[in-house]
Structures are given as C-alpha cells and as structure tokens.
C-alpha cells in the first residue's frame, strides 16, 4: 500500500565520493555516511537520496554501472551498505537510490558480450550500421550530452553503438521486453533489501524514436527531441510500476527533462501509475542561455516557472530544488553579490523554497552555505568540465579563455569539492589528500562552526524543517504568488482549511519596499520565522532589510 509518505518528506542529497571519507583513502564512502547518520538525522530530513554507489569504473563518477547489485570497492562492501541502510532506518530517515538505466557501464557484462554480433545480449544495446560508404559515418547525427557524437564505431563488428553520454556509457535497448525485465528484477533487488525508492536517472530519454531519424541539429550540449519522452516511454514506465514500484510503499523521482507543466498530469498524476515525483529543470535555466552560457537571473522568470507547478492538481506532488550534484552552487546563483551576507542570502533562499507545495531536496553542503570554487583549469575533474575543454582546444583555441569563465560559474565540479566538516587539515573530510580540490574557503564554511553559532545558516535549516514538519498549510495548501512580476520580493500566501501562511523574501542586497497587498485581510497574525532576531511581529508594509526573510501564520 502506498502512503505517499513523501509529501511531508524533506529529502537530502549524498554525493557519496565527496561527502566523508571513512578509510582514509581521500575518496568519500560508505562507512565515511555512516559515520554522519546522526549530523544527517539532526537536520530533521525524512529521507536521502544517495547518488551511485554501485560497481563502476567511475567514467561519469558511479553513473556509469557495471554491476547494478554489489557496491563499488572504492565506496565498500554490500555489508557496509546493509549496515548503513539499517543505521538509517533506526533513525527514521528513508533511503532512494539512484537508477541509472538508461545505460550501463561499457564494462557491464551484458555489454562485453554484445560486442559479440552473436551473443544473446546484441539486442541489449542499440547497435546499427554506419552511413556512407564503408559505413564508417555515424548512424545519425545525434550528439553525446557530453560533446561530441552520440556514436562510437566498434572495429570488432563494424557496427556502431548509442551513446548519450560518454562513449563509456552505452544506451540500454528498452525497446527489448529482457532488458525491460531485468529492470524491474534489479529495482525489485533492492526494494527486497530494503530500499525505500528511487531516483530515476535521465529516465525520459529511455524511449527513442522508430528508425532514429536525425534531429536538427542544436547546441550540442542540449537533447534531441527525437528521445525525450520518445513515443513509449510512458507505457514503460507503467510496465516498470506494476512489475516493481507499485509493490512496495515507495517513492520515486524521474530526472524528467521534457516533463513540463503541461504534460505533468500524464507523467505523475496518482492515477496513471508510472513516478510519483520528476525533477524539472526549467529553474535552472534562469541563469544561464542555452542551459550553459551566463545569463542574468531573473526573479520573475524564475518565479513563475516554480508557479506552474504549483498550480497543478494536488494529486501532482511537485519536487523543489536549488542544488544537486550537476549544477553549480545556488549562492550567488539566485540573489546575486552577496558580499558579507552569505549566511542571511542562504536562509533567504531556504525560506523561498521550503514552504512550497513540494517535496524539497537539500544538496550536502547547501545547509551550510558552501559556494563555488575558484577552479584552475587542472582542478576539474567532471568529465563534461575534461571533455569541453579539450574538445575547444582541439578546435578553436581562441574560444578557451571564454570556455574557463563559462566553466566557473556552470562546471559540475562546484557541487562536487569534499564537504567541509571543520577548519581542520582537508576541511575534515579525509585525513589523506582528497580526490578533488577542497575549496580553500574551508576555513569558514564548515560544520564545526555552524553548529556553534545559534544563529548559523545550519540551525536556521534545522529550525525551518522542524516547522514544516506535519504543517498541513505547507503540506497541502493552495498557493497563490504575491507581485508575481517583482524582481525583488519572492513572496506568496499558502492557504489550507481556513489557515494561512505568509511567506514574504527579499531577494536582494538591498533595502526594498514591501507594500501590504490590498486584498490581504487577516485578523490575526503570528510571526513564526525569521532570518534577522527582530523581524517585525505583525505583516504590514515595511521595509524588508537585505535578504529578509520571514513567515507568517495568518
Ligand atoms: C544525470 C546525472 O545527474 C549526471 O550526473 C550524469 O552524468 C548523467 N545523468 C548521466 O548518467
């Protein structure tokens, strides 16, 4: 029986390799999580979602499997992974795992063998002849979301095969039923094991078009129409929930590009049975053209994209979030130069998001503030960072300059630097020299010293999840935007069985007026939270002070 448990939940977010390392090896682990249950319990989230941990030769960082049932040896052993699947569950936090199944590694068995134009497994890939003569021309003219051509030429069969991403990291064949099964075999693995849901990676890009027609050719580093949300992906992952999902009280979110407002009903709605949740993007593109080249934020933008979403069906639970492991730290993202203020900029934005309809996602390292870093180019370790940098190299150099600027404020890196734990020898994250650059401000930021101060960004975090805990204004109220077209104020009531929440942010880093809306009457009001110690105790016009942010009951 499902429980949707995840509309009251707040879920954080563990990029395993750098968020602590148990071993002292650099690298962040399993036994390093474990180690950090309670600092996660403390933070009043319900669940956590942990990126890859499975067997990987590490091409894309875990995103690239090559054993969906055992644990990477870098990471540990599945009885390190039991033991801290069962410290979560004694503390009440829930685990979803990632589901990479679009691909698989090109050392996953099943693709060793499908080199082999015989073996039982071809069909597992999508393997075809090239173009033009000799057939040594890429089947289509599809690119890698990771630059560069989706195809590579296997000499051994002298055919080519799919890659969206790397050239390690072969597209599966959902169009075979078998390779369908073994999907639902491996969720059903860990669902017996004891999962409590999964986060579905790229899961809209599964289902491509009959004949793979060439698309029109775009910014390279954005997908094809040809296979986002192609023709049978929703009868996919329908099948997928009746083999697997549906049998257990779970939870899953699809990393949905192409599943928009329009079409959310048919992708998520709890009557159609295929994920509970996706994680749109649109958000995310505030701030950058073409997903990639920096761009000015906007807050009315910004504002109503997050509104659409808002406005569907309640049987529609959206997803918020302002961080993960693929972009770059949200501050100074979203509330732009924020000087000496970083701590009151990061409960601004916390404030913006948590009180939405939604299930919100909190990045390891957001509660404190971490930010982005200022990377030389040898620091970059993310293979989209490695490859387009080489690949501009290779073919205009005099672009190079621009693409390291680019790269500071968009490379994956940012969200990746170890987690800062304390000003001690490499940020407390590892007593041997990390994996990646640790960012020098360490010193500062860290968790040591949150936890010191009453008044830190982490305790503002803490305080805010124990206020919307069980709040079913925040669970289920309507929401309705406050100065839409504002490019300072992010403000919007919430409203359910006549009680009402008024959440009132000023984006900015400056004084900005607040005018109390004329169709806004209330009787009473309570102030129930703050970033500055006097916020004023009743809603009325008022100055908000930089980066105010305060909730009302009404
Ligand atoms: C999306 C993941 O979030 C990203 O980290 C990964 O590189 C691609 N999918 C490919 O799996």
Not at 294 to 302: I, V
Request: glycine share 6%.
């Amino acid at each position: 029986m499902k429980t949707r448990w995840y509309k009251d939940a707040v879920i954080y977010q563990i990029y395993p390799r750098s968020f602590c390392d148990g071993n002292g090896d650099g690298i962040g682990d399993i036994k390093g999580i474990i180690s950090k249950l309670d600092y996660i319990k403390s933070l009043g989230v319900d669940a956590v979602w942990l990126s890859p941990v499975y067997k990987s030769p590490n091409d894309d960082n875990g995103y690239d499997i090559s054993d969906y049932r055992d644990i990477m040896d870098e990471f540990g052993t599945l009885d390190d992974w039991k033991e801290m699947i069962d410290g979560m569950h004694d503390r009440g936090i829930r685990l979803i795992m990632d589901l990479v199944v679009n691909h698989t590694s090109d050392e996953h068995a099943w693709f060793v063998e499908s080199r082999n134009k015989d073996s039982e497994y071809r069909d597992y890939y999508i393997w075809r002849k090239g173009r033009g003569k000799n057939g040594k021309k890429p089947p289509n003219n599809w690119t890698s979301n990771f630059v560069g051509p989706a195809w590579e030429y296997d000499e051994q069969s002298g055919e080519w095969y799919l890659h969206l991403f790397s050239k390690k990291q072969p597209d599966l064949n959902w169009e075979n039923p078998k390779v369908r099964q073994e999907v639902a075999d491996i969720c059903n693995y860990w669902f017996d094991l004891g999962v409590d849901g999964f986060r579905c990676d790229v899961i809209t890009y599964i289902s491509k078009k009959d004949g793979l027609p060439n698309g029109r050719l775009k910014f390279p580093l954005i997908g094809d129409e040809n296979y986002i949300v192609g023709p049978n992906y929703h009868k996919y992952i329908h099948e997928l929930n009746e083999r697997s999902f549906s049998k257990y009280d779970s939870m899953t979110v699809g990393e949905s590009i192409g599943i928009t407002p329009d079409n959310a009903f048919e992708a998520i709605d709890e009557s159609v049975g295929e994920l509970d949740t996706v994680f749109s993007f649109d958000h995310m593109g505030v701030d950058f053209k073409l997903n990639v080249l920096p761009a000015k934020f906007n807050l009315a933008k910004y504002k109503k994209i997050l509104d659409r979403w808002q406005q569907l069906p309640k049987t529609c639970q959206p997803t918020i979030f302002l961080e993960n492991h693929d972009q770059p730290r949200c501050l100074p993202r979203f509330v732009g130069d924020y000087g000496d203020k970083r701590e009151l900029a990061g409960k601004a934005l916390a404030t913006s998001i948590l009180f939405m309809r939604s299930t919100p996602y909190i990045y390891q390292g957001q509660e404190i503030g971490m930010t982005n870093c200022a990377f030389k180019q040898e620091d970059y370790k993310d293979i989209m960072s490695v490859n387009a940098l080489n690949t501009i190299k290779k073919i205009l150099p005099p672009l190079l300059p621009y693409a390291r600027k680019v790269l500071l404020k968009r490379a994956r890196d940012h969200a990746r630097t170890p987690m800062q734990w304390t000003a001690g020898k490499n940020a407390g994250f590892s007593t041997a020299q990390p994996w990646m650059l640790v960012n020098p401000n360490y010193k500062e930021i860290n968790v040591e010293d949150s936890e010191r101060r009453g008044d830190s960004l982490l305790n503002f975090y803490r305080k805010a999840l124990k206020y919307r805990k069980g709040n079913d204004v925040v669970i289920n109220g309507d929401f309705r935007l406050i100065y839409p077209k504002s490019k300072d104020i992010f403000a919007y009531v919430r409203e359910y069985d006549g009680k009402r929440l008024f959440v009132i942010v000023n984006f900015k880093n400056k004084q900005v007026n607040f005018k109390l809306p004329k169709d806004l009457n209330f009787d009473k009001c309570e102030l129930a939270l703050s970033n500055y110690a006097d916020a004023p105790k009743k809603l009325q016009s008022m100055k908000l002070r930089e980066y105010e942010a305060i909730v009302y009951e009404l």
